[in-house]
């Protein structure tokens, strides 16, 4: 083999893989639209607080005013809700890993929980004791809440089925089919 003919099947190569990268993330684009979108949205009420503080002059920079209360302990739920959902179907359907991924999504679930029912009861239960601070309980939803966006968009992406979206000539095929089959019961 002479050096074009590398040149040119490393080129048919890498064109190929450009083609079926592109078909890859094509596929992902749904399913990322939807998570960014359900991200922001689920965040409206911190993004219109911080809106209506600056409107009213009195923001400080004060970001704990948005999560000293659990507020991301409950945001998780939600996202952690709907991925033991979506895995808890794939695992029915296929087994295997999504088994663990979601006993794992269902453990974080309770975990969280537990530490946002710690948080509003800190004053009662942790008076005595020294387990955990209301400061840690509070920087710990944030990072747990970050923890459930990534189980949701795994679940997500793994719902994602590629051959539930038929190819272009797949559809022109049964339109075609249909047609025929409707044009031969008709009487003339």
């Known amino acids: 083999m002479n050096i074009a003919d590398f040149s040119k099947r490393s080129a048919s190569f890498l064109v190929r893989g450009a083609r079926l990268l592109r078909l ?112 840690f309980l509070r920087q710990s939803s944030l990072f747990l809440f970050g923890l459930s966006l990534l189980f949701s968009l795994y679940a997500l992406v793994a719902d994602l089925d590629p051959l539930r979206v038929p190819a272009n000539r797949d559809v022109q095929n049964d339109q075609v089919k249909e047609l025929e089959e409707k044009f031969n019961e008709e009487p003339v």
Request: net charge neutral; hydrophobic share 50%.
């Open 24 to 135: 890859r993330l094509t596929q992902y684009r749904g399913p990322a639209a939807y998570f960014i979108w359900t991200v922001i949205a689920s965040l409206v009420p911190l993004w219109l607080g911080v809106l209506l503080l600056f409107a009213y002059g009195k923001w400080a920079g004060e970001w704990e005013l948005f999560y000293e209360n659990g507020e991301f302990y409950l945001y998780s739920t939600a996202y952690l809700a709907h991925a033991i959902y979506v895995l808890r179907k794939k695992k029915a359907e296929e087994g295997g890993m999504h088994f663990l991924l979601t006993l794992t999504a269902a453990l974080l679930l309770v975990v969280v929980a537990a530490l946002y029912a710690s948080l509003n009861t800190s004053q009662v239960i942790f008076a005595q004791t020294n387990s955990f601070t209301p400061e």
